[in-house]
């Protein structure tokens, strides 16, 4: 599975942003995707994951509320809609895609959000 992640970019507080994700490979292997964010000197932190099939998502607790992950299965696309967006909030967000039950086998290389004024 390859993984191609885009939109970032320059933002204002309290703006919005989509990220996208384009997924190709073997695609139909994928049980779940996800969404990662990693400043400078930190860990790569869980934003947001949704299950394939079901659409089933789930969030990390700073972005509850505000962030929307969804995908388009039939364009093999994953979706991380920003909204209200902080500071805080800047960060190289990654996508990447879980077909087992070990965890996130594939990475995209990410793409940058910078929030500021």
């Known amino acids: 599975v390859q993984l191609q992640a885009s939109g970032g970019g320059l933002v204002q507080p309290g703006d919005s942003l989509r990220l996208s994700c384009a997924a190709s490979?073997?695609?139909?292997?994928?049980?779940?995707m996800g969404w990662f964010r990693q400043t400078p000197g930190q860990e790569r932190k869980f934003v947001a994951r949704i299950t394939w099939s079901s659409g089933s998502t789930s969030y990390g607790g700073s972005v509850q509320g505000r962030f929307a992950v969804s995908r388009d299965n039939a364009k093999n696309m994953l979706y991380l809609q920003l909204n209200s967006l902080k500071p805080e909030d800047t960060a190289v967000y990654y996508c990447a895609a879980q077909t087992g039950a070990s965890g996130y086998e594939y990475w995209g290389q990410g793409t940058q959000v910078t929030v500021s004024s």
């Open positions: 490979g073997r695609t139909g292997s994928i049980y779940a």
